[in-house]
């Protein structure tokens, strides 16, 4: 839904939003661990092959999840269209390996509990 409903917007924050959005929907921590590192995390652990790869996608989400907060609380500075293209292809990549593993998803718990089990792997 989120991710369909950044295509229909004009302004680039309102899309970066709903990206994000979309990225917290598959991710969110069912408990009070802190929102934007554990989402920058498992999407690092769900699209990084490596461990140089996570590190620099986790980094970057976590940027990204910042920006989120200025621009949900009133920030007047513009999006990077660079920021949005990685967020944009970022939510793709995520969409499509969720899509390649739907065979062990069934509930959103199965999500986390297949990034519990590639944290301890």
């Not at 990084?48 to 989120?68: A, P």
């Not at 269209?81 to 062990?104: G, P």
Request: aromatic share 6%; charged share 30%; net charge neutral.
């Amino acid at each position: 839904y989120w991710s369909g409903k950044s295509q229909t917007h004009m302004d680039l924050e309102n899309e970066f939003l709903n990206l994000i959005t979309c990225l917290e929907v598959f991710f969110t921590p069912p408990g009070g661990d802190p929102i934007s590192s554990t989402i920058a995390e498992s999407v690092a652990l769900w699209l990084g092959s490596n461990l140089e790869e996570r590190i620099k996608i986790r980094k970057r989400i976590k940027k990204l999840y910042t920006r989120r907060s200025e621009v949900s609380h009133g920030s007047t500075d513009p999006i990077k269209t660079e920021d949005l293209a990685y967020l944009q292809t970022i939510t793709i990549n995520v969409m499509k390996k969720m899509i390649e593993r739907r065979s062990e998803i069934s509930e959103k718990e199965d999500i986390g509990r297949l990034i519990d089990n590639q944290k301890l792997g």
